[in-house]
């Protein structure tokens, strides 16, 4: 078999969006569950554990897989964090300070969970900051305060769950495309034995590392143009067909 590894993105590939979403199609449940044993299949997230862990015990999965958009690698077979990459909590009060009319917007992810964010709260070990509804008439200004803080990886995505576009905020190193460069050598296969599956801007890195790079039929139009393969829709077990194609 041409391809030894298969990396799902969750949302709007694997699963419907939504963070109450863990359970595939059966279509799609069926696919993943026969790959079983004969190639690895990880899970390549921008959630957190506690959505993440889910879908992997209803899949069976146990490779390693990117949890929290690539700040953290994870093992479910051993339930070992392999790697995390956080933002230095010396930036967390300088970040916190330049969004502070936009904290009402915010979401402050850790390896565990997501959450709403808390002035009360003294935050540590934070993957993620996502600043909802950062429209285009004042990226500009927050984006050039952020860029100061040196070691910081500032992404705009427009394919969200409402449709606004969201800010992220995490670590330089956390990448989906830097933790597939972990799995690599975890996993001991090369870049053109994997297949990538994924539908927004977060996947394009590691639609660019794979071997195979697949866009979903729902995919946003940048993820699409380089794409080597685009799949039908989630709604139309695109996952599926994706394995029957490839992994037959």
Not at 131 to 143: A, K, P, R, S
Not at 171 to 199: E, F, R, Y
Not at 220 to 239: F, H, N, Q, R, T
Request: proline share 4%; glycine share 8%.
């Amino acid at each position: 078999m041409k391809y030894k590894a298969l990396l799902l993105d969750l949302d709007g590939t694997t699963v419907r969006m939504g963070f109450g979403q863990h359970t595939p199609t059966k279509a799609v449940k069926n696919a993943i569950i026969g790959l079983r044993g004969k190639v690895h299949v990880c899970i390549a997230t921008g959630r957190a554990m506690d959505g993440t862990l889910p879908v992997l015990q209803s899949l069976g999965i146990s490779d390693p897989c990117i949890l929290c958009g690539g700040a953290v690698i994870y093992n479910p077979a051993q339930e070992k964090t392999i790697e995390k990459f956080t933002i230095p909590d010396k930036h967390l009060k300088k970040i916190f300070n330049i969004l502070r009319e936009k904290l009402n917007k915010a979401y402050v992810q850790t390896q565990e969970q997501e959450v709403r964010y808390d002035s009360t709260h003294q935050y540590q070990d934070v993957t993620n900051i996502f600043i909802q509804d950062m429209f285009e008439d004042i990226q500009h200004t927050y984006l050039t305060a952020l860029r100061k803080i040196r070691g910081l990886s500032l992404q705009v995505m427009t394919k969200t769950f409402n449709g606004n576009p969201v800010l992220q905020i995490s670590h330089h190193s956390a990448t989906k495309q830097q933790a597939i460069n972990h799995l690599i050598t975890w996993l001991k296969v090369k870049p053109d034995q994997i297949v990538a599956v994924g539908d927004g801007e977060n996947d394009l890195p590691m639609i660019i590392a794979a071997g195979m790079g697949v866009a979903m039929g729902n995919a946003a139009d940048g993820l699409k143009s380089v794409a080597d393969y685009i799949a039908p829709s989630v709604d139309e077990d695109g996952v599926a067909h994706v394995i029957e194609k490839f992994f037959s």
